[in-house]
């Protein structure tokens, strides 16, 4: 696995990309979980305070929407538009494997995020580690690899590398707005909250939550994030082109 | 032995023809060139030839190997150099020749291959921080890392300075005695006379015409001009009486001779016949330029 070996040594080497996904979310999580109210309970999220799963969660959900909707499709188009996935196809290896060895990486990547907020939130906020883990595993695994289908879309979309990421971030202020970045999903008018529960950010930034606290995850949760595996991994086998 | 065969190729895209019927075969040990202007359907050609695209029409064999059915085969026997592929920036050197080396069952021990393009040197460099000749050496040995018999390399001095140009010459010429068959796509007519042992001009998906450079030259008939000053008056009969003298008119002190053939010999044999001693000898050739246009009325660059 050289493409692996290399692929990372890449991605260390051109270091702020990772370096920002990693470090925002958690500069943020300690700023602003540092405000001594948000340690406090809030009859707005049912009594938790924001530092107990909000804050943390939230944090991750930007993580993971930052590599998947940002750092994968400007990767990907990159390596498209230099022609390198066509000159692999000249090879004996399928380009399939860089993509692969890119979705990989990118999913440690949010996994090295989700540790690092995990610890930090812990030992500087006091939250806790989340207590249904294995459910949190499968929520982050489930969440994590839907984003990435639609960071794949994106790729796929993208007609130069530039414009990549640009359609990234716009894609994730919705995203974030839905997973509940600004208005938690507690104090979210019904329709607001419906449409939150059936756009891939909210199922995941609220099944984190819910398993972060010790609950079960809502099964609806569970299946959206599983349909848009589907679907937007679906789209991108049928829209990805190698060169 | 014909290692590559094409016959007939078609190719169109959606909205038009990019090659409408090309053949030729190459030898095994030559080198090939591939040379027309742009837009004529030179890469299309090669793209076809190199499995990456689906031809509408023609056979293409590869040593026998059809690059449609049996691309897997064809990777094994085929590296290709493509047009403006390039790398990650934060690749190193080795990085990619270590890493395209592990594709390969087979591959060629890549610190020799390194070495032989040159770039030992630069070898913890970063693919972003070469230069033009330098990437496309780089590139070459990537085509050539899993001991291909047949290299296609496209446009592969676009862009580079002269030195760095004539660099990469010696490097193919290298190359082509290690045994590798080479394919050849430019549209620098010096780089076919100076490399390819055959060539096909291709215009407009067509190929206009095929043989050696030299052959296409003195095929299409044009006049070559010898022009010197002698050290005596010459008397124009006597060159006009040679066969492959056309015309003798004079500038000043200088005696300009147009015709076909062997005429530079013919010239100063006739000339030494005389005692006449050409002074300031200079011989103007038609070259593949001037065949391309003799041959489709149009220029190639």
């Given at each position: 696995?050289?493409?692996?070996?290399?692929?990372?040594?890449?991605?260390?080497?051109?270091?702020?990309?990772?370096?920002?996904?990693?470090?925002?979310?958690?500069?943020?999580?300690?700023?602003?979980?540092?405000?001594?109210?948000?340690?406090?309970?809030?009859?707005?999220?049912?009594?938790?305070?924001?530092?107990?799963?909000?804050?943390?969660?939230?944090?991750?959900?930007?993580?993971?929407?930052?590599?998947?909707?940002?750092?994968?499709?400007?990767?990907?188009?990159?390596?498209?538009?230099?022609g390198?996935?066509r000159r692999?196809s000249t090879t004996p290896?399928?380009?399939?494997?860089?993509?692969?060895?890119?979705?990989?990486?990118?999913?440690?990547?949010?996994?090295?995020?989700?540790?690092?907020?995990?610890?930090?939130?812990?030992?500087?906020?006091?939250?806790?580690?989340?207590?249904?883990?294995?459910?949190?595993?499968?929520?982050?695994?489930?969440?994590?690899?839907?984003?990435?289908?639609?960071?794949?879309?994106?790729?796929?979309?993208?007609?130069?590398?530039?414009?990549?990421?640009?359609?990234?971030?716009?894609?994730?202020?919705?995203?974030?707005?839905?997973?509940?970045?600004?208005?938690?999903?507690?104090?979210?008018?019904?329709?607001?909250?419906?449409?939150?529960?059936?756009?891939?950010?909210?199922?995941?930034?609220?099944?984190?939550?819910?398993?972060?606290?010790?609950?079960?995850?809502?099964?609806?949760?569970?299946?959206?994030?599983?349909?848009?595996?589907?679907?937007?991994?679906?789209?991108?086998?049928?829209?990805?082109r190698w060169e | 032995m014909n290692l590559i065969e094409v016959s007939h190729l078609h190719k169109r895209y959606r909205d038009h023809v990019a090659v409408e019927d090309v053949s030729f075969s190459v030898d095994e040990g030559e080198i090939f060139g591939i040379l027309g202007p742009n837009g004529a359907g030179k890469t299309t050609t090669v793209e076809c030839v190199s499995g990456l695209r689906k031809p509408d029409g023609g056979r293409i064999r590869v040593a026998g190997v059809d690059p449609v059915g049996e691309r897997d085969r064809l990777r094994l026997i085929l590296g290709a150099q493509l047009q403006?592929a390039?790398?990650?920036?934060?690749?190193?050197?080795?990085?990619?020749?270590?890493?395209?080396?592990?594709?390969?069952?087979?591959?060629?021990?890549?610190?020799?291959?390194?070495?032989?393009?040159?770039?030992?040197?630069?070898?913890?460099?970063?693919?972003?921080?070469?230069?033009?000749?330098?990437?496309?050496?780089?590139?070459?040995?990537?085509a050539?890392?899993?001991?291909p018999r047949v290299a296609v390399l496209d446009e592969?001095?676009?862009?580079?300075?002269?030195?760095?140009?004539?660099?990469?010459?010696?490097?193919?010429?290298?190359?082509?005695?290690?045994?590798v068959t080479i394919l050849l796509v430019t549209h620098?007519?010096?780089?076919a006379?100076?490399?390819c042992d055959r060539v096909a001009l291709i215009d407009g998906g067509k190929v206009a015409a095929a043989d050696t450079?030299?052959g296409l030259?003195?095929g299409?008939?044009?006049?070559?001009?010898?022009?010197?000053?002698?050290?005596?008056?010459?008397?124009?009969?006597?060159?006009?009486?040679?066969?492959?003298?056309?015309?003798?008119?004079?500038?000043?002190?200088?005696?300009?001779?147009?015709?076909?053939?062997?005429?530079?010999?013919?010239?100063?044999?006739?000339?030494?016949?005389?005692?006449?001693?050409?002074?300031?000898?200079?011989?103007?050739?038609?070259?593949?330029?001037?065949?391309f246009?003799?041959l489709t009325?149009r220029?190639l660059?």
């Amino acid at each position: 696995m050289k493409i692996l070996a290399v692929e990372t040594k890449m991605l260390l080497r051109d270091w702020p990309a990772p370096l920002i996904v990693l470090a925002l979310p958690l500069g943020v999580l300690l700023i602003l979980g540092s405000i001594p109210s948000f340690s406090e309970p809030n009859p707005d999220l049912g009594g938790q305070a924001f530092n107990d799963t909000q804050m943390p969660a939230l944090m991750l959900v930007l993580s993971l929407l930052t590599v998947s909707l940002t750092v994968l499709p400007g990767t990907l188009a990159t390596y498209r538009e230099r022609g390198i996935l066509r000159r692999m196809s000249t090879t004996p290896v399928h380009p399939m494997r860089v993509l692969g060895v890119q979705l990989f990486i990118n999913l440690v990547l949010g996994a090295l995020a989700a540790v690092l907020l995990i610890v930090m939130a812990k030992l500087v906020l006091g939250s806790a580690i989340p207590k249904q883990l294995p459910g949190f595993v499968l929520v982050f695994l489930l969440g994590t690899a839907a984003l990435l289908s639609m960071g794949l879309v994106i790729a796929a979309l993208a007609k130069t590398a530039k414009v990549a990421p640009v359609i990234g971030s716009v894609a994730m202020t919705p995203m974030m707005f839905v997973s509940g970045m600004w208005t938690p999903r507690e104090i979210m008018p019904p329709v607001l909250r419906t449409i939150s529960d059936y756009s891939v950010g909210g199922p995941l930034a609220a099944a984190l939550r819910d398993t972060w606290a010790g609950n079960a995850p809502q099964p609806l949760h569970l299946v959206v994030m599983a349909v848009a595996v589907v679907v937007f991994g679906g789209l991108a086998v049928r829209l990805f082109r190698w060169e | 032995m014909n290692l590559i065969e094409v016959s007939h190729l078609h190719k169109r895209y959606r909205d038009h023809v990019a090659v409408e019927d090309v053949s030729f075969s190459v030898d095994e040990g030559e080198i090939f060139g591939i040379l027309g202007p742009n837009g004529a359907g030179k890469t299309t050609t090669v793209e076809c030839v190199s499995g990456l695209r689906k031809p509408d029409g023609g056979r293409i064999r590869v040593a026998g190997v059809d690059p449609v059915g049996e691309r897997d085969r064809l990777r094994l026997i085929l590296g290709a150099q493509l047009q403006s592929a390039i790398l990650p920036d934060q690749i190193k050197v080795w990085e990619a020749l270590d890493l395209y080396a592990s594709f390969y069952p087979n591959p060629v021990h890549w610190p020799d291959l390194l070495d032989q393009v040159g770039l030992t040197a630069k070898r913890d460099a970063r693919f972003g921080k070469l230069s033009g000749g330098q990437r496309q050496r780089l590139s070459v040995a990537l085509a050539l890392v899993g001991r291909p018999r047949v290299a296609v390399l496209d446009e592969l001095t676009t862009g580079l300075d002269p030195q760095a140009r004539r660099d990469v010459w010696e490097l193919v010429e290298q190359i082509r005695r290690d045994g590798v068959t080479i394919l050849l796509v430019t549209h620098f007519m010096e780089e076919a006379e100076r490399l390819c042992d055959r060539v096909a001009l291709i215009d407009g998906g067509k190929v206009a015409a095929a043989d050696t450079p030299a052959g296409l030259i003195a095929g299409v008939g044009l006049d070559q001009s010898v022009r010197f000053r002698p050290s005596e008056p010459v008397d124009d009969g006597v060159l006009l009486a040679l066969p492959e003298v056309h015309a003798v008119t004079r500038d000043g002190a200088h005696v300009v001779v147009r015709g076909t053939g062997n005429l530079a010999p013919a010239v100063t044999l006739a000339l030494a016949e005389h005692r006449i001693v050409p002074g300031d000898l200079r011989i103007e050739q038609a070259t593949l330029d001037d065949a391309f246009l003799a041959l489709t009325g149009r220029k190639l660059q």
